[in-house]
């Protein structure tokens, strides 16, 4: 069990966010009082309380919105549409199932035969760095331990992406299973649905689900399950920041190794799954693995659950077989471009992804055609762009993005990310030089081969795939002084 200390810091960010609801930011003498109560150094709780973009030491909370998006970027604040092409698992979504059979069929067998289940299915994380599943889990069984964790990562952070919060709204108890079933495989005796700062909505429903699951007699005394309500940053969506955010520490990135599934949360042997990573276990121990294997191609196995939104016709979320080609999922399932215009890119990836352009969207949807294409496939969100879309703001927005949610901790991503912001800014401005061009390309480059952890690695690969793709509208920005999608005011505008 967690040390008092441990449990002090754990309280850390519930605390500080009571703070903040009640007087709207968190004075220096809240800080100090509350680092007195959960026996933590001062300068702890002010680092944890500065770092995150919901709390505001000293004065109140703005809110932290990166620059908007250079195209109409679809809401998902609303219902989510379950769009047609439905597979195994989102065809349960709204359904209220809480049979549990997976985690039935889990029981009847040895831990042992769990994991070589997941194995011999192939499957990979969903989150975005598609690791074999399989791999954590063994890892994490065989490390020597008093005690394991489970973590849900509901941390989805993507620009564009919500499949997650679709699986939690709509079929819950698919993901605790799914939880429980990988407790049972690597001896966890705790469980986490570390969920989104801004996903607060869904709380009473995912409890009431976890009450439900005791209530059935899958969540125990020795497997049970909290919520962990996040504080936002983007880079806690990486396993290691998301495992310090846990802690009470500031949300960075660990060195690696050891990595989390051999000395995790509080230094146990943890795993962290995505949430359809976990929505897939369940169904996996359900149904078997000879119908997931059935699903895919190569190494990319099973399904891919995909959300459509920026100029998609069809904004929402849709479950399709790995290897299905981009173009019959963009132009059927998502309908196409809204108002009848020509595609000209689809990004994919979130903000560390890249661009496939409209000539190249004829590619299967797996991990390795979509990494052989410069633009990772990543959690599953395609933003759909029109060809009204300045390619150069575009990769500017995301950029904006980038720049805000740098951890800060390594040079080449703060002061990267930093001088590339500047230099779009500059060109979208009309104030673009011919060096500029040269110089964008070597700061990026530069970025992916030094920075600390994969977020600033990444962080560039969107500018690099839309010079890749696009370089003459940056040139017509830098050397014509022209936006000809009539989006950047040259002389000083957006």
């Known amino acids: 069990m967690a040390t008092q200390q441990h449990q002090g810091a754990s309280e850390l960010l519930q605390r500080l966010r009571k703070i903040q609801e009640e007087l709207g930011k968190v004075p220096g003498g809240a800080i100090a009082g509350l680092a007195r109560e959960l026996k933590l150094d001062e300068e702890q709780v002010y680092a944890v309380a500065s770092y995150y973009p919901v709390f505001s030491p000293g004065q109140a909370a703005s809110g932290r919105v990166p620059r908007a998006l250079a195209l109409s970027l679809a809401q998902s604040a609303g219902e989510i549409a379950i769009l047609p092409a439905k597979g195994r698992i989102l065809e349960r979504c709204g359904r209220k199932l809480k049979d549990y059979e ?115 007699g899958v969540l125990t005394p020795e497997f049970d399950v909290e919520v962990f309500f996040a504080a936002g940053m983007y880079v806690c969506g990486e396993e290691t920041a998301l495992i310090n955010s846990m802690e009470g520490r500031t949300g960075r990135p660990r060195n690696k190794p050891p990595f989390p ?14 949430v359809k990573t976990l929505a897939q276990v369940a169904l996996i121990l359900r149904e078997g693995v000879e119908p997931f294997l059935a699903a895919g191609t190569g190494r990319s196995r099973g399904s891919a659950i995909l959300s459509f939104t920026g100029h998609a016709a069809n904004v929402g979320v849709a479950e399709v077989p790995m290897g299905t080609s981009l173009a019959d999922v963009v132009l059927k399932i998502g309908g196409g471009v809204a108002g009848g215009k020509k595609l000209k890119a689809v990004q994919t990836g979130g903000p560390l992804g890249g661009f496939i352009p409209a000539k190249d969207i004829d590619i299967p949807v797996t991990f390795e055609d979509f990494a052989a294409a410069g633009s990772p496939l ?3 969100g395609l933003i759909v762009m029109d060809e009204t879309t300045c390619m150069v703001a575009a990769t500017r927005s995301f950029m904006d993005f980038n720049r ?33 061009l040269g110089r964008l390309r070597a700061v990026a480059e530069a970025m992916a081969a030094a920075s600390f952890c994969a977020f600033g690695q990444a962080a560039p690969n969107i500018l690099l795939s839309a010079l890749r793709h696009y370089p003459g509208e940056f040139e017509e920005h830098v050397l014509a002084k022209k936006c000809s999608c009539g989006f950047c005011r040259l002389g000083g505008g957006k």
């Open 404 to 436: 805000e949610e740098s951890c800060g901790w390594c040079a080449p991503c703060r002061l990267g990310t930093e001088e590339i912001q500047a230099i779009l800014r500059d060109i979208c401005e009309g104030r673009g030089r011919a060096a500029h």
């Open 378 to 380: 990543g959690s599953g």
């Open 261 to 274: 599934a051999e000395s995790g949360l509080w230094g146990k042997p943890t795993v962290v799954s995505n």
């Open 102 to 216: 997976g985690y039935k069929k889990a029981l009847s067998i040895t831990p042992e035969e769990i994991i070589d289940l997941v194995k011999r299915s192939g499957l990979r994380g969903r989150g975005g760095a598609g690791f074999p599943a399989a791999v954590k889990w063994e890892t994490a069984r065989n490390a020597l331990a008093d005690q394991r964790y489970v973590v849900c990562n509901a941390a989805e952070g993507d620009i564009g992406a919500f499949m997650d919060r679709a699986l939690l709204e709509g079929d819950v108890h698919s993901v605790i299973e799914g939880m429980a079933i990988l407790a049972r495989a690597i001896g966890a005796s705790r469980g986490y649905i570390y969920l989104r700062a801004e996903y607060g909505g869904l709380i009473p429903a995912v409890e009431a689900a976890l009450g439900e699951a005791r209530a059935l």
